[in-house]
C-alpha cells in the first residue's frame, strides 16, 4: 500500500508540478497475492482533476521472476491535493483526456469525485455511511 501511494503521489507531484498530500484512498482489494521475492510494477495514471485535487489510478503488477508470469494484482484510486509553498491548496493544471480509454477513465473519476463529495457531506453533518 506504501508503494502504491508513492506512484499515485509522484504522479500527482509531477502534474501539478508541485508537493501534494494523499487526501483519500478509495477501496484497495487484492485480487492476487504479491510473493516474497516478486517483481512489482506500478502503474500511475492521472484520472481527474479537479481545482486543487487529482485523483489518480494505480495498478500493481507482480511478476514471477523464474516463470516469467506477470500477474495483476490490484487497482486502486488515491486523491491528492497540490500545496503551495505555504502548505495550502493550490490550482492544478486541467487534464487533458485524448484517447477514448482517457476520455472514460476522466468520466469515471467524475463520478467518484462526486460520490466522495456527496459521502463527506453526510459525514460533515453527522451521518455514518
Known amino acids: 500500500m506504501k508503494l ?9 507531484m509531477r502534474h501539478a508540478q508541485s508537493r ?10 487484492f485480487y492476487e497475492p504479491i510473493r516474497v521475492g516478486d517483481f512489482v510494477t506500478l502503474n500511475a495514471t492521472l484520472t481527474y482533476v479537479g481545482r486543487t485535487s487529482m485523483e489518480v489510478r494505480v495498478e500493481v503488477i507482480a511478476e514471477d521472476p ?9 487497482t486502486a484510486y488515491l486523491v491528492y491535493v ?3 509553498d505555504d502548505g495550502h491548496p493550490k490550482p492544478v493544471p486541467r487534464l487533458l483526456a485524448e484517447s477514448e480509454l ?6 469515471g473519476g467524475k463520478s467518484r469525485q ?3 463529495l456527496e459521502r463527506r457531506s453526510l459525514e460533515d ?5
Open 114 to 116: 462526486k460520490v466522495r
Open 20 to 29: 501534494v498530500v494523499t487526501v483519500a484512498i478509495d477501496q484497495m482489494s
Open 4 to 12: 502504491v501511494d508513492q506512484a499515485g503521489g509522484l504522479a500527482a
Open 82 to 84: 497540490a500545496l503551495d
Open 125 to 129: 453533518r453527522g451521518f455514518d455511511q
Open 66 to 74: 523464474i516463470l516469467g508470469t506477470k500477474t495483476h494484482t490490484n
Open 102 to 107: 482517457e476520455k472514460r477513465r476522466m468520466e
